[in-house]
Each structure stands twice: as structure tokens, then as C-alpha cells.
């Protein structure tokens, strides 16, 4: 019998007050796969993001990981399982780049237990996967918003979940560093098994690092399948509301506006 699928929704409805961004939705996400979520702004898919990561209840269906829902798991188990990328955060207080990154080890000890020597190092590892291993007595408050957001990835990595949940990884980033960032979670698919669910804007992006995709049409329409099947040029018009012309070179997706 196979193991259930890192992430399930069944029949899922999600929306705000009388708005529903997506009807009925049914979705599995197994290990090693890549999801993109993709659509126009304000058509909710921060919203599903949130609710497939359990921190708002849908309007109907339910949302399991590894089969159980999140009530089952308690949060210390869920935070094992799911790692969550917010789309913004706010540093109230003054912190280093390694006391805030070790934060991805709080899920791990026991309670009232400090981090060891191996946390320490996964966490000087998940640094210096971004690029931050001089970085790390640095206040995080005279970070750059693409350092801090770096530093928020690390963290997560640091976390080892089975399960990324990421809301616009790459805001912030330069060119170079969301190739190389979107590359480190295509390894952990790749080697580890982990299971990626993550909010792009930009379709090439998701051509090149996700196997899968989902279009959020924000008017309680969802369709989700293969990218090389989503990333049609009528599928994306009709997303955008807007006219597109797609074409591939070298392997890779090129979208052009009409």
C-alpha cells in the first residue's frame, strides 16, 4: 500500500467574507513533486496558501498531510511536517542573522531544551546555501529586504520540513539569487523527498522549477495539472486577462505580450 500523499485537499473551498477564490478543489502533492500557484493579483492564492499550511480554516472540505489534518498533528508535529514561507514579516526586535535562523531548529527540541552543537551546524549549512555564512552576527534589521528575505529561507531550511509552503519566494530577490534560491528547494525535492506547494508570478519560473501547476482564476474556478499542460498560451491569456504568446527555446518557457 502506498504512503498517503504529503499534502491532500479534499473537496476544499476557500474565499473571504461572500468572495470564493476556489470551489471544490481537489489536490495531491507526493514526494518529490514541485507545485506552482499561479494567478492574478488579489485572486486569492496567498489565501489557499494559508489554508493548505493550516492557519485558516476553509470554507468547506479539509486539508491532510501525511493523512491526518492538522488538528490530528498538534502544532509541534505539524511544524515538522510543513515548513511555511510567509510573504512578509515584521522584525520587531533586534536579532542576529543566527539567532533568528536557529529558529528553524525550535521545532525539533524538547521543551524548554536549548539548540546543540548539530543544530548550530545545520543552521551555519542553511546559510551558507543562501549566501549568508558572513552574515552571521549581522543585526537583521540592517538587512536588505532581498538579504532578509534570503535569511527567512534559510531559517526554513534549517527546519528540515517534508513540506515547503511558500508565499512569493522569490519578492525581493535580484535575478541571480531567485535561480539559486528556487534551485535549493528543487534539491530538496530532488534528494530529499520533500513535497514543494509555492506562489510565482512569473510562468517561466514555474516552467522551469515545478513538474506541476495550479491556476487560481480567483472566481472559484481552479485548474491544476502537468505544466507543460498549464502553461499554454490560452490558459495563461485567459488567467492574466490578457493576451500572451508562449513559445519554448533551449528547453526552456519564453511569454511575450501581444
Partial sequence: MSPPPLLQARRLSVGIGARVFCRELDLELRAGERL????????????????????RAPQAGEVRVKGADYAELGPRRAARLRGWLPQSRNDAFASTVLETALVGRHPHLERWGWESAQDAQIVRQALASVGLADFEQRDIQTLSGGERQR??????????????????????????????????????ARECGAAVAMVLHEPALAWRFCDRV??????????SGPAPEMLSAERLSALYDYPLEVFERDGQLCLMPR
Avoid at 511558500?166 to 519578492?171: K, S, T, Y
Avoid at 495550479?214 to 485548474?223: N, S, T
Fill in 36 to 55: 506552482a500557484i499561479l494567478g492574478r493579483n488579489g485572486a486569492g492564492k496567498s489565501t489557499l496558501l494559508s489554508v493548505l499550511a493550516g492557519l
Fill in 151 to 188: 535569511l527567512a529561507i534559510a531559517t526554513l531550511l534549517a527546519q528540515q520540513p517534508e513540506l515547503f509552503l511558500l508565499d512569493e519566494p522569490v519578492a525581493y530577490l535580484d535575478l541571480k539569487h531567485q535561480i539559486a534560491m528556487l534551485a535549493l528547494f528543487a534539491g530538496a
Fill in 214 to 223: 495550479l491556476l487560481v482564476h480567483g472566481d472559484g474556478r481552479c485548474e
